[in-house]
């Protein structure tokens, strides 16, 4: 099992949805959870962290799953401009790493 | 004004070249990264340095040695390059070294062996 696992998509989405996915982690360690984002050949950026109650930023909420070992992005009133890869970043079991999934490719569309 | 600048942005060269990109950052973080993304996306740390000391060295080939001069510049020298050293090459830093600290990317540098 990789330590964080993301479905890769692409989730192709109306603009005006509400688009969710999830980040699985195998370290039940784990401690640091946050959601990057990358636009097609950027470098990638701080969205939001994840705290244990749950995090909200405008249209963007991050929640964190301890049981189940998972953490989610909820994207409501999707923009166009939200088109892009979503990273679910994870601490490894060393506090001083941390490991990256391979992204979920988000396309809002007209 | 940039925070973490990378040069050069693209870079292509033939196998057995050496090669070194230079990294710099004006946050006045203490940690740098160096980090590889691959074609199937994933971001892979290789290096880190807190206050120009190494404390991260990932299983990279000893081709790639990271030298950073001081606790600004983090730079990343490739000797006898290889076509699966074609990758995007992101330098980052962060306040400290511990993983609950945002990470700032520099734009990438796009290699290509060939």
């Known amino acids: 099992r990789k330590e964080v696992e993301q479905d890769p998509g692409p989730f192709n989405v109306p603009e005006g949805a509400t688009v969710a996915f999830n980040c699985t982690y195998s370290n039940s360690a784990s401690q640091s959870f946050f959601w990057y984002r990358q636009d097609c050949r950027k470098e990638p950026k701080l969205l939001m962290s994840?705290?244990?109650?749950?995090n909200e930023d405008g249209r963007f909420t991050a929640q964190l799953n301890r049981a189940s070992q998972y953490i989610s992005l909820l994207i409501r009133d999707s923009k166009l401009s939200d088109s892009a890869t979503y990273l679910c970043v994870v601490n490894s079991h060393s506090n001083y790493q941390l490991i990256w999934g391979a992204g979920t490719k988000l396309i809002i569309k007209p | 004004d940039t925070a973490v600048s990378q040069t050069p942005k693209y870079l292509v060269t033939q196998m057995g070249n050496d090669k070194s990109i230079k990294c710099e950052q004006n946050l006045g973080h203490d940690t740098m990264y160096w980090y590889k993304q691959d074609s199937k996306k994933f971001l892979k740390i290789m290096f880190s340095?807190?206050?120009?000391?190494?404390?991260i060295n990932e299983t990279v080939p000893n081709r790639f040695s990271p030298k950073s001069p001081d606790k600004a510049h983090l730079n990343l020298h490739i000797n006898s390059l290889e076509l699966g050293d074609s990758a995007v090459y992101f330098c980052a830093s962060s306040l400290g070294p511990t993983a609950n600290t945002e990470a700032f990317f520099g734009q990438g540098t796009r290699l290509t062996v060939v």
């Open positions: 994840v705290y244990s109650s749950g």
């Open positions: 340095y807190n206050n120009k000391e190494l404390i």
